[in-house]
C-alpha cells in the first residue's frame, strides 16, 4: 500500500511569522482603528514587514506612527523613509517638541527626551483615536516585557497594571475594552533576537546602516560606548577614540550605546548573537539602567 501522508511542518522561523500574521489579522477585524508604531529600528522594521505579508497585495489597513524624539539617529530616519515611501503607508510622526507645546509634557530640564516620550505617545493615541497599537517588543529583551501578554490592555490614563494581565490560553485573545482604553499589541512576543536576525538575513529586509560594523568616534561612559556628537562629547577623564562597532539597539543617541564588533553582514551579526549572554537592551541601552525596574515603572506609565 502506498503512503500518500507527506509529513509536514514548518520551520521555527516559518511557525513565528505565522503567529505574528494571524495577530495582524486578528487585530485588523476585531479593532476599529488599529496603529503600527514604526521607529525604523530592526524590532519595528521586521514588524512592518511581517504587516506587509500579511495584508499583500492591498496596502496596510493602519496608518504608522513614529514618536519623534528630535535625537534619533540619521540613518535610522532614512530607512523609515524609504519603507514608508515603497509600501505608499500613512505615516504620523508625533513629536516631543509638539506635545510639550501641547501640553502633554513637561520638560523640566531633567528627564530625558527618552521618557518623554511616554507623554507624546498617550497625547497621539488620544488625538487621532486609535483603539490598538502594534509594538515591536519582545519577551526576551527586558523582565518587564516577558510579563506582558500579547493583547496588552491600557486603561483610559493609558497605563499598565502587570498584575492585571488577561489569560490568553490557546492563543485566544481578549480583546474587550470600555470606551477611552486601548490595547498595545506584540506581534513578536515570541521572538528572540536572533531569530529577528535570522529572519532579517532570511528575507533581505533593509535595514539602517548602523546595525552594521563601521569606525565611529565614542567615548567609553557608565560601562558603555557612546557616539560622539553634539550632545554627547567627552567629560573630563573621557578620550574619545575610533573604534570599529555597530549598534544592537537604535533609539535617543544619548541614551544608546553602540558595542565593539567587526560584523559587517547579517551572517556574521547571527554568529555573533548565538554566543551572546546579554540582551541589547541591558547592553546599550542608559535608560534601563536607572534601577532594576526602570523598564517596568516606565510600562506602568504608558511607554511602549
Known amino acids: 500500500m502506498t503512503n500518500t501522508h507527506v509529513d509536514y511542518q514548518l520551520s521555527q522561523l516559518d511557525q513565528l511569522e505565522a503567529e505574528s500574521i494571524h495577530i495582524f489579522r486578528e487585530v485588523a477585524a476585531e479593532f ?11 524590532d519595528s522594521i521586521v514588524m512592518l514587514r511581517l504587516a506587509e505579508k500579511a495584508f499583500f497585495p492591498a496596502k496596510l489597513p493602519f496608518p504608522l506612527l513614529q514618536v519623534d524624539t528630535g535625537l534619533d539617529f540619521d540613518e535610522v530616519l532614512t530607512t523609515r523613509d ?10 504620523i510622526v508625533a513629536t516631543i517638541d509638539e506635545a510639550i507645546a501641547a501640553g502633554h509634557v513637561v520638560d523640566d530640564g531633567k528627564t530625558s527626551r527618552n521618557r518623554m516620550q511616554i507623554g507624546t505617545l498617550l ?3 488620544e488625538e487621532n483615536g486609535f483603539t490598538a497599537a502594534f509594538g515591536g517588543g519582545r519577551r526576551d529583551e527586558e523582565k518587564a516585557r516577558a510579563k506582558e501578554r500579547v493583547y496588552s490592555h491600557r486603561d483610559d490614563f493609558g497605563q ?25 499589541i506584540f506581534p513578536l512576543s515570541n521572538w528572540t533576537e536572533l531569530d529577528i536576525w535570522s529572519y532579517i538575513h532570511r528575507e533581505e529586509i533593509e535595514i539602517p546602516s548602523i546595525y552594521f560594523a563601521h569606525e565611529r568616534e565614542v567615548v567609553e561612559r557608565d560601562g558603555m560606548l557612546l557616539s560622539v556628537g553634539p550632545e554627547i562629547q567627552p567629560k573630563d577623564g573621557e578620550k574619545v577614540e575610533t573604534r570599529m562597532v555597530r549598534f544592537r539597539t537604535v533609539g ?7 558595542v565593539e564588533s567587526e560584523a559587517k ?13 546579554v540582551t541589547e537592551r541591558g547592553a546599550t541601552r542608559g535608560d534601563d539602567r536607572f534601577s532594576e525596574a526602570a523598564m517596568e515603572d516606565r510600562k506602568k506609565e504608558g511607554y511602549f
Open 160 to 184: 499598565w497594571d502587570p498584575k492585571n494581565q488577561r489569560p490568553e490560553l490557546w492563543s485566544l485573545y481578549n480583546g474587550r475594552m470600555h470606551a477611552g482604553e486601548h490595547m498595545r
Open 252 to 258: 535617543d543617541r544619548t541614551q544608546t550605546g553602540c
Open 32 to 42: 476599529e482603528k488599529p496603529v503600527l508604531m514604526f521607529s525604523g529600528g530592526k
Open 82 to 91: 524609504s519603507w514608508v515611501e515603497r509600501l505608499g503607508a500613512r505615516m
Open 265 to 277: 553582514d547579517t551572517a556574521a551579526i547571527i554568529e555573533e548573537i548565538a554566543v551572546a549572554r
Open 123 to 125: 497625547g497621539a493615541i
